[in-house]
């Protein structure tokens, strides 16, 4: 069972006990200071322990000294090189100092001239519960257990050599204590140990905890780097610029409900003269959809140059998403090509609408549905004929994702179609940068304080009135 947890130990919680057993071994370290200090005092200073003890007590603190600086080094050297101490040694050194107020008390008995009685309960027995109290930052609910046991086992020890190999000296007798005070010692001393190992749990959960709550705050902050960085990148894909279409205009605009979004817009001037234009909605929001977003956006990009034909590139480009896309994703996409001279659009929505057109001289926005399925839901979906319009002067052709009609206020009211139609009414003098504004503005005026649900884009192509 104790193998077993402490196979479970994680690498944070060995380097937070590692630093525990540090400040631990410096208690320790300043415990046998003032030991030190003592034991030479009375070398020097004339009293009743004098002789041989405090020199042999000196030369055992100075071993035990050694032992702790040891010790200090080995567990520097194991958080600096992140390397964990085996478990043998942690309980050697349990051993060790368990046993090491025994044998001053056992050298203060054999060579000191106060009773051995008396000493037994002597400010020396006070060294096993420092001990013991210390043991409960090695964090180990075992090892504190085990410091009072070796403890008290040790006091019980001396008592019996006390009782049998130590006779009762008349100038002592006023010193002798009933037995059960000696016994009663040997039993608070074990019983420190398992007081000591429940604080020792205590800490260690706390700070398990601790750890658990800073490793999640630095996987989030990971997170919100990593999306920051694929929030740039993804904005990068973004077109920077608007082409010089001679009488038609064209605006695009995008901003996702997370860091990352599931919407794109992109738009392609090729070499030939065509100008090709898309717009793009991945189901959900976030991480995965950017993704796909800038698989779409590759393969239009990859397929408009080999095929001339907007009904041949989505086909191609749903072939492509429908191998290497999961099936619970799938695309709304709308792919144009405008005839610049002519200002005649090809226009093919995949599984995306409604496709807004406002027409300037009846002054009303009129609806296109879609010519087939959103992309990657079927490889061999055949697609309607794109349809072909004529932008006559003072039109606009007007691309929307979803995220702006089906935004909701606070009461459930989404923004609807209606209004959007509204908006593009309202705006329908403005240019085509200046439509998106005013639509944006007037979604925002509706929802007021409700939070973004969805992504939002739009791409608006415009012909300029003479």
Not at 6 to 32: D, F, H, K, T
Not at 144 to 153: F, K, M, W
Not at 421 to 439: F, T, V, W, Y
Request: hydrophobic share 50%.
């Amino acid at each position: 069972m104790y193998m077993n947890q402490l196979a479970a130990r994680s690498s944070s919680i060995e380097e937070a006990r590692l630093r525990s057993e540090a400040l631990r071994i410096g208690g320790m370290l300043c415990v046998l200071l003032i030991a030190f200090v003592i034991a030479l005092l009375r070398i020097f200073i004339p009293g009743p322990w004098q002789g041989q003890a405090p020199l042999l007590a000196i030369i055992v603190i100075g071993i035990v000294l050694i032992y702790e600086l040891g010790m200090l080094r080995q567990v520097r050297c194991g958080l600096r090189h992140g390397k964990n101490m085996p478990e043998l040694v942690w309980i050697v050194n349990v051993l060790i100092e368990s046993l090491f107020p025994a044998v001053l008390l056992l050298l203060a008995i054999d060579f000191g001239l106060l009773s051995p009685y008396l000493l037994l309960l002597s400010p020396i027995t006070f060294l096993f519960f420092i001990v013991t109290i210390l043991s409960t930052l090695r964090l180990e609910v075992l090892l504190c257990r085990l410091t009072g046991i070796v403890g008290g086992a040790a006091y019980i020890g001396l008592m019996l050599h006390v009782f049998l190999d130590h006779d009762l000296l008349t100038d002592h007798e006023d010193f002798i204590h009933p037995a059960t005070m000696y016994w009663t010692a040997a039993f608070l001393i074990i019983l420190s140990g398992f007081i000591a190992g429940f604080v020792a749990g205590q800490l260690r959960r706390h700070v398990e905890a601790a750890i658990r709550e800073l490793e999640a705050q630095q996987a989030r902050e990971r997170m919100e780097r990593d999306l920051d960085i694929a929030r740039s990148i993804q904005q990068g894909l973004l077109p920077e610029a608007a082409p010089d279409l001679g009488d038609i205009e064209i605006a695009g605009w995008s901003r996702p409900a997370d860091q990352t979004g599931g919407d794109y817009y992109d738009w392609l001037l090729l070499e030939d003269g065509r100008f090709i234009f898309s717009l793009a909605d991945v189901t959900g929001h976030g991480i995965g959809p950017a993704i796909v977003t800038a698989v779409c956006r590759a393969y239009t990009r990859a397929s408009v140059d080999t095929d001339r034909e907007v009904h041949d590139v989505i086909t191609r480009i749903n072939a492509m998403l429908h191998a290497d896309t999961p099936t619970d994703r799938f695309i709304t996409f709308v792919l144009g090509r405008l005839d610049v001279a002519k200002c005649r659009v090809e226009l093919l929505s995949a599984g995306h609408g409604p496709i807004l057109y406002f027409e300037a001289e009846s002054g009303t926005v009129r609806h296109h549905e879609a010519q087939g399925i959103p992309l990657g839901m079927l490889e061999d979906y055949v697609f309607e004929q794109p349809l072909d319009l004529e932008i006559a002067p003072g039109d606009a052709l007007i691309l929307v994702s979803d995220g702006f009609f089906e935004w909701s206020r606070e009461d459930g009211e989404q923004f609807g179609v209606e209004r959007l139609e509204q908006s593009i009414l309202g705006a329908s003098g403005e240019s085509a940068q200046g439509m998106i504004d005013r639509m944006e503005a007037d979604l925002r005026a509706f929802v007021g304080d409700a939070t973004q649900p969805d992504d939002m884009t739009a791409v608006i192509l415009r012909r300029r009135q003479p």
